[in-house]
């Protein structure tokens, strides 16, 4: 019984713990896992990654957004936009400041985990140009270079 007084005032003080604090201050209040696509506030401000977005939004169904309300106020006029056209709901939060090392401005989120493997628009949506790939000898072992 005091065991579980001790935890009750704890929690009362404190707040009731949290799981993985660090991701969530990361990730916008939310965790990695939940994750579709995510822009940095530099990713935010190229015109290339916005059409990508407003391309590919359409293919997330069930998802919304969350935009860093530290930004500055025009791009995320400029965010809301694209969300409130794509019909996607969208929460400004209170997010990391522009003056730490490249912050997150936007994720495309769910609610739920959809454990993506990558997240980062740039990196999902890149342009993939065919490789032309040269063929490679393949090197004839000892025993056929013999008896051929």
């Given at each position: 019984?005091?065991?579980?007084?001790?935890k009750r005032l704890e929690?009362?003080?404190?707040?009731?713990?949290?799981?993985?604090?660090?991701?969530?201050?990361?990730?916008?209040?939310?965790?990695?896992?939940?994750?579709?696509?995510?822009?940095?506030?530099?990713?935010?401000?190229?015109?290339?990654?916005?059409?990508?977005?407003?391309?590919?939004?359409?293919?997330?169904?069930?998802?919304?957004?969350?935009?860093?309300?530290?930004?500055?106020?025009?791009?995320?006029?400029?965010?809301?936009?694209?969300?409130?056209?794509?019909?996607?709901?969208?929460?400004?939060?209170?997010?990391?400041?522009?003056?730490?090392?490249d912050p997150i401005g936007?994720?495309?989120?769910?609610s739920h985990a959809v454990?993506?493997?990558?997240?980062?628009?740039?990196?999902?949506?890149?342009?993939?140009?065919?490789?032309?790939?040269?063929?490679?000898?393949?090197?004839?072992?000892?025993?056929?270079?013999?008896?051929?």
């Amino acid at each position: 019984m005091p065991d579980d007084l001790n935890k009750r005032l704890e929690q009362s003080q404190y707040g009731t713990p949290k799981v993985n604090p660090d991701e969530q201050r990361k990730y916008l209040g939310t965790f990695r896992e939940r994750c579709y696509i995510s822009m940095t506030l530099s990713q935010m401000e190229k015109t290339n990654n916005k059409e990508q977005l407003q391309k590919h939004l359409a293919d997330y169904s069930e998802s919304s957004l969350l935009i860093n309300g530290r930004l500055p106020e025009d791009l995320q006029e400029t965010y809301i936009a694209i969300a409130t056209q794509s019909q996607k709901k969208f929460t400004v939060v209170d997010g990391q400041s522009p003056k730490e090392k490249d912050p997150i401005g936007l994720l495309v989120i769910s609610s739920h985990a959809v454990n993506e493997d990558v997240i980062d628009i740039e990196k999902k949506f890149a342009n993939k140009s065919p490789i032309h790939q040269e063929k490679k000898e393949t090197k004839k072992s000892f025993w056929n270079q013999l008896f051929r």
